[in-house]
């Protein structure tokens, strides 16, 4: 009984998990498809960025101790993101080379 609850907890689990390439999709209109754009030509081109490296950006922004010229833009972009999205989208993005 404990095994089958514990693979129903998992499977659930998996199920919620944030996945990072549809969240990456509100982005794509100042990013671009592949994280190849900068965004409003005021961003650094995030495509080819380590997970830790995009992971602390969003979560700066989100914070407000991040960014430049798009600091404002951004932090209502992620605001909504819980940790899990993050790092989902992330992940995500580190795969665009």
Do not use: P, R
């Not at 693979?7 to 919620?16: C, E, Q």
């Not at 990072?20 to 081109?45: D, M, P, V, Y």
């Not at 909504?80 to 992940?91: C, F, G």
């Amino acid at each position: 009984m404990k095994k089958i609850a514990l693979t129903l907890l998992v499977a659930g689990a998996s199920l919620m998990a944030a996945d990072g390439a549809e969240l990456f999709k509100k982005c794509t209109s100042c990013h671009g498809a592949t994280a190849e754009k900068s965004a409003l030509n005021k961003s650094q081109i995030i495509k080819g960025w380590d997970a830790a490296k995009v992971e602390a950006a969003l979560k700066g922004y989100k914070d407000g101790s991040y960014g430049g010229a798009m600091k404002g833009l951004m932090k209502g972009q992620v605001g909504t993101y819980s940790d899990a999205d993050i790092a989902a989208v992330a992940a995500y993005i580190a795969t665009l080379k």
